[in-house]
């Protein structure tokens, strides 16, 4: 006797024979409660074509799905180590941190190449951790003139194709999710996508896959007419770039690398070029950089892991890093090292990729990289899940398809520099503080963003007087000086040496400069001044001499009221302070020219007693 679900004629040829599929792979389940044919009939169509999209949304369909799952669920009931015999090594690796001439050197290679890299941003995930329901794009990176992410991502190609000898837009591939779908195509189309060209801008949605309820991977349903659908990690990136036939156009129109970013890390462009540099130096295939890491923080180990004849060098994910470490080096597990950290460098999911071999990776795997399945079991027999479980890819995974013929490498940078990523609340960012580990929250994003505006003006020999640290809701923040360089002004560090010379900036005073062609001798700003200067391109502006007042940006905290207030814009709670603007000073500079500005002569002191 047939099954009752392919009793009904109303059903398209497609869903039969996707049922006869499902059927054979022991799904039987998902039509065992279904209502007598003839009842529920449109409810029964909507089901099946659930199960055609997500079929149609996995290579190979389903019955690929199913088989990947029945065999990583059988290798995690036996709790297979994945690492089992490798051991650990330092991976191979260059180190930028101290910023020193090879830096530089790095850092000019970078910027030569910039005509052939495109930037991929993985930008599917919501901010659970966070607590804000909207897209983590269009949180402001600063509080000052609230760039979003997505605007300050914008801006950065903008400045990389300003610098290109012969210009072409910079491919820019968003991958999106259904819930961040439609606000970032919102987003990108009310702000004209942010002087990009649309046609630079490449979308790709990843999908959900089906939740699985048990080691048979068998599919889990919300009662009789719904999957359980789940999120398949940011590694859905490389099937997608594969599915779409982007990877190959990309490699077809010139471009040499990929350069892969997240959401909320505004530091990003800061250590890109010189990453760039390193990827071409080293002919590294795969180039992560990487941070030094505190033990125990969320972000995995970087290691060469070797057994016998073969070695890979891969990310070592948090919650996998100490087990292993334990097993091979250390009985302590995931300690300090004789530095003060993890013996790893830590992975912050900047990835730069030569196209050549990862096309090459991409048709042979489908783009479906490395997945692996983490089910929460019930009893010690891992006979039954707590809940349903589903296949993950991580994009940092790609190295396990690599062979011995590809070259993967590690470029260490300093950290506030190139990762201060916004992903805890402020609730957890104060206990992350609390106990040693990066707060990776709203504010302290916020100061690093300004920390690297000083680090630039400073390399440029800025003397830069910081406040002390102050501590926001248990969050540290440090107030100023806040230098807020557009990339306009300068993608690399060699351009801002260029355009300032000596100066100084103390407290909490601000300096921002958006143009190509600003530049500043011996600029002084102090008594929390704030100077804003723009330039439209052909307006040469040189500025000089100093700025002691009115005080510009004030710093004021929200007041309980406010933080419980539900009109409060996120954005603001997150943080737990604003800034107030009391008296700018902005200079805007629309058409060409040469423009010379002596600051002194700006300032109007106050009347006495005002
Ligand atoms: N993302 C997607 O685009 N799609 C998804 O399905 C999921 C996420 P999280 P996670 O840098 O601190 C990673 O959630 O996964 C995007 C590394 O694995 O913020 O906890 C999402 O929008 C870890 O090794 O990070 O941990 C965001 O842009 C370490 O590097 C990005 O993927 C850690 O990041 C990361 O998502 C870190």
Redesign the pocket.
Known sequence: MPHPALESASFSPEAQALVHELLDNKQSHLFDDWDPPGECEPEKRAFLEQLLQVDANYPGGLANYLANARRLLTQSREGKNPFEGYRPEQPDAVDLSAMDESYDQMESLGRDHFDRVGIVL????LGERLGHDGI?LDLPVEAILNTTYLAHYAKCLLAMEARMARARPVPFVI?V?EDTHAPTLRALEEHGYYGLRKDQVHILK?ELVPALKDNDARLAKEGPYELILK????G?VHMLLQSSGLAARLRAEGIEHLVFI??TNGQVFNALPAALGVSIEREYDFNSLAVNRVPGE???GLARLVKDDHEMTL?I??NQLDPLLRATLNPDGDVPGPKGFSVFPG???ILVIRLASYIKVLEQSKGIIAEFVNPKYADEARSEFKKPARLET?M?DLPKLLGPEHKVGVTVFHRAWCFS?N?NNVEEAANKHAAGSPP?SAATAESDFYLAGRMKAGRAGMDLREEAPQTILGVPFVNGPRLILSPAFAMTLAEVREKISGGRVSGPSTLILDGPDIRLQDVCLEAGAALRVHAAAGAKVTLRGKLSGPPGFALEKLSPEELAAPDTPSALKMRGYRFVDEGVKTLRFESPGEYEVELDTLYTPLPENS
């Not at 993985?122 to 995930?125: E, F, H, L, S, T």
């Not at 999120?231 to 940011?234: E, L, N, R």
């Open positions: 993985v930008a599917g995930g983590k991958m999710s990843q999120p398949h990690g940011h859905d997240q959401d969320a972000v995995g990310n994910e948090y992975n912050i999911n991580m940092q990523p992903k990776e």
